[in-house]
């Protein structure tokens, strides 16, 4: 046999085995890592718990419509103490109207804030630590999204102002109120991510993707400072919801969403107050979601190849969707 068939047959073989060597052993400790992983999930459980959002102060920001509306129907139903944020007041006292009136909430607040502003973060925490004294529980849901390709783009501003609401939005309202988050027991936060953070291949989201994977940074790097404090995080990856979000994409000629399939609001957010009270480190929603974070980084030409085929064809390019 000559060296170079000697060599060719080597890389076959080698390319042919490791493949098939690295899913046999990924295959064969799935079971053990599934059952460490429910350990370590437990362990987090017992200490989080127990925990009620009856009497808790919760404070939901992007509370007008959709997810963050719904957040606050769910919450208002188990009892919570309301402090309802976002920029449209007339909407957030509609919101507000059925906390009590439909949900049965007692002590139900509004405020205006535009998450971006720092006066506004800075008077709500004022008020809150005047009337409350802490934060039980802070829903990070204000969002706002896009829907060109970047070439297509034709202010960048649109791709800072995604980042300045969606990350730097939260952060700095977290950054503030953690004293108020440090004096209550057991306190919660709930980043509402997405999906495009755990497959990150969508078109016409570079700046929507880019600022839900940096809340993943943050607030899993946030999690392990404040293990000690007893604060619990907890980041929900939400699929495609029915809400306003295509009515409200930056940009000239935004590509939307194809609610056709899309989960009802309502139904997200009681998987969402679930999750949060039994802090559960994140909340992956849709099968499709569940496989990518399992694939993430171990193919990821595979999900890529899976989150071109699946997702581009929800997105509409010849008309907007209702
Ligand atoms: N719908 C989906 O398919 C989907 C999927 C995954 C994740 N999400 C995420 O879910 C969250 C809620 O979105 P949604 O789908 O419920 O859309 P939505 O109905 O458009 O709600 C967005 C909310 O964010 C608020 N908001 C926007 N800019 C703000 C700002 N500068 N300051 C304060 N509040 C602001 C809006 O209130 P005002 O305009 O009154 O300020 C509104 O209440 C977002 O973070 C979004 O990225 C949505």
Redesign the pocket.
Known sequence: MTHSVYNSLTTTATSFISPTLVLIGFVSVLPILYIANLYCRYKRYQTATPWSARDKVVVI??????????LAYEFARQGAILIL?????D??ADVEKACREKYGASQVTIHK?????DS?VDRLIETIDATHEKIDCLV??????MGEALEDVEDFNIIK?IM???FY?SAMLTYHALPLLKKAEKSRITV?????SVMPFIPMRTG?AA??CALRGFFDSLQTELLKDNIFITI?????????????RLGKNPKN?D?SK??P?DE?AKVIVDGTIKAHKEIV?TNLGKLARVLDGTFPDLLFHISQNYITKQISVEKKFE
């Open positions: 920001t992007g509370a007008s419509s959709g997810i963050g509306e719904e944020c976002a920029r449209r007041t909407k957030l804030v535009d998450v971006t502003r506004d990070l849901n204000a969002g706002v999204s102002n300045d609401v969606n939005g509402i991510s997405s999906l495009a929507y600022s839900k929900a990856y939400p699929g495609i919801v029915k809400t306003e979000i295509n009515n409200n969403l609610f899309a989960m609001a997200c929603f």
